[in-house]
């Protein structure tokens, strides 16, 4: 029996669906079976992220509606065969589900896969409520920013009131010289004003927007700083300890050579 | 706004359960057409009921004295109860349920209902209540509090914070730390500096002639 999890920020443009993509790969990486769900119905783009945009045939609504059976839905993703996709469907809105019927889905996606992963629209109306009625544990997505912070604080404040009464944070987009110079929030204020656990840390990384470009999730990619931070975020969400990325130690060869011969 | 008016009996007699908080005129209004609809019922109780106000609106003194007119032309009786009455014998108006000491005497203490809140206010969150508050968690951006009382939040506090929202200057509103928000104490509004300051320790708000201030609590 798998488990679902809910990924989402209020805001909107934070990086739920980066995210979502990246941590289902990382887990199918490791041999999980994995299903990811797009609940942005009406805005779907889960698919083109991971470049499976032309495979779709039947979409979330269609299963919802019992126009087609869950199995004829799902996309098996053309890299990772422990993979799978459910999209959204893009003619119909957030109103075409209820949250009676996403249970249901969920509970019927658990009973194949490990890992069931909800990439939640943003809002808070009826695409949120649908987005986590399923769901067994949150993943809350936020950038250094006072409006990206502000409505993660409103939405664990609703998912408390859905009974997710431990839900994980991940800061994406940090951008570590501007937090030294005092021009970003840093982390530590973040977890302050959110007191929820911290799971992650994404530092802004221009490699992600080439892999989602391409539909490549960047957690495939060896050098992407970014890609190593969801690798991370994957470990802890399975168990392991694992120590947060250090952003402040230089990455490319000059950089480090120079921090050896300054000793 | 819609108001859910509920009338419901108890051992003493019949309570009024208003939960939407709105325009006063309209809560009137509801309570009106709920009386129409069971005035048949009360008819043939065999004594006036009393009746008892319960739920998160909060009345003024004016408005209380307009819902009683209301209930007496229906032959009910407005009643108030702060505490349930454990005895039906024990009279109504009864004694304070706790003696304040002498040494307390100069208005360094007040006896009112106070609501407990066991976790963090977030944005969006609002609590109105006809007593004091205690938060024991902070107050986040977005988060609003509304008392009768005082306000008393262990952590810190970023939200907006109304005490004495009836109008009472003597109510005052701590914080582990005012961060940032508002604090409100009856008529009057005050709002965090725009530049951060760095504080030491738990912080009281109270009125002092037409403004607010602030001072450091001293332990």
Redesign the interface.
Known sequence: MGEVIVITSGKGGVGKTTTTANIGTGLALLGKNVAIVDADIGLRNLDVVMGLENRIVYDLVDVAEGNCRLKQALIRDKRYPTLHLLPAAQTRDKNAVSPEQMKVLCEELKQEFDFVLIDCPAGIEQGFKNAVAGADRAIVVTTPEVSAV??A??I???L?AEGLTAPKLIVNRIRQHMVKKGDMMNIDDIVD?L?IDLIGIVPDDEYIVVSTNRGEPAVASADSQAGKAYQNIVQRLMGAEVPFLNLDEPQNFWGRMKKIFAR | MAHDVLIKGNRYGLELIVDAVGEFAELLQAVEKKLTSASEFFAKAPTPPLICLKGQALLSAEQKTALGELLQRYGLCLEERVEPVREREQPRTAAPAYEIPAFLSGGEAVERPTLFVYKTLRGGQEIRYHGSVVVLGDVNPGARIFAEGDILVTGSTRGVLHAGVLGDENTVITAGRLAGGQVRIAGCIARAPDQEENTQGPERARVSGDQIVIQTVNR
């Open positions: 502000r409505d604080d409103r664990i404040g609703l408390y004003i007191a």
